[in-house]
């Protein structure tokens, strides 16, 4: 089956610390994007890749970083940086930017 | 500046008791229009993708329409397995999606 896996579902982490979440899809998708989801908001974009090696900033990059080093795999590190990091993050892709995005089911991280 | 407003915020019906859910852009430049649909706790699952106004999708008890300004999610005799949030999205003249803060919509048996 294709699709978009993420893990973990959930994660937890003491403040200061670092912490990757995982993205990996199997739907030969160019493009990739992480977003994040809060309780009220819609979905804000942090970062997106149209192609390996290469990736951009979406609108509210600070405190996070990725890399694009495969076609299949995006991961998403939350750094100490981010003011305000407990949050639903949400992975995507897509054959094209211009096509619909698939997500995958998330990851639920608390910082305390 | 490019935005999207999803209304109402939260919908409650009857089950078979017909509605619709609003979706209005403002953007320079609609290149796509997507319907979503969201359970708690989940990733948003891919309901339609509409690109030009007077365009029209259906899926079982959903149909999505677009016109210039808007977009409906119209939902005939819904189940209460109907029930989720749903989330509209443009694309305007850049590579992002822009999504508006969706409708939770509970159906009753």
């Known amino acids: 089956d294709g699709g978009i896996t993420q893990s973990p579902k959930y994660l937890f982490r003491k403040e200061g610390q670092n912490v990757t979440l995982s993205c990996e899809q199997n739907?030969?998708?160019?493009?990739m994007y992480w977003y994040r989801q809060d309780p009220g908001q819609g979905l804000r974009l942090i970062y997106y890749s149209q192609i390996v090696n290469d990736f951009q900033k979406g609108d509210i990059a600070e405190g996070y970083s990725v890399s694009r080093e495969k076609k299949e795999s995006f991961p998403l590190t939350v750094t100490s940086a981010q003011k305000n990091p407990t949050a639903f993050y949400l992975c995507?892709?897509?054959?094209?930017?211009?096509?619909?995005?698939?997500f995958g089911p998330g990851t639920r991280l608390t910082v305390t | 500046e490019d935005q999207v407003t999803q209304s109402p915020e939260a919908l409650r019906l009857q089950e078979g008791e017909s509605s619709s859910l609003n979706c209005s852009y403002t953007?320079?430049?609609?290149?796509?229009l997507f319907w979503y649909r969201q359970d708690p706790g989940k990733g948003p699952e891919f309901l339609f993708t509409?690109?030009?106004a007077g365009e029209e999708k259906e899926k079982e008890r959903l149909k999505a329409t677009l016109t210039k300004k808007e977009s409906f999610l119209h939902i005939t005799a819904p189940k209460p397995e109907d029930s989720a949030t749903y989330l509209c999205a443009v694309q305007a003249n850049t590579d992002k999606l822009i999504f508006g803060t969706g409708t939770r919509l509970q159906v009753f048996p």
């Open positions: 509409l690109y030009s």
């Open positions: 953007v320079s430049g609609l290149r796509g």
């Open positions: 995507a892709s897509s054959r094209d930017p211009v096509y619909e995005q698939y």
């Open positions: 739907l030969n998708h160019d493009a």
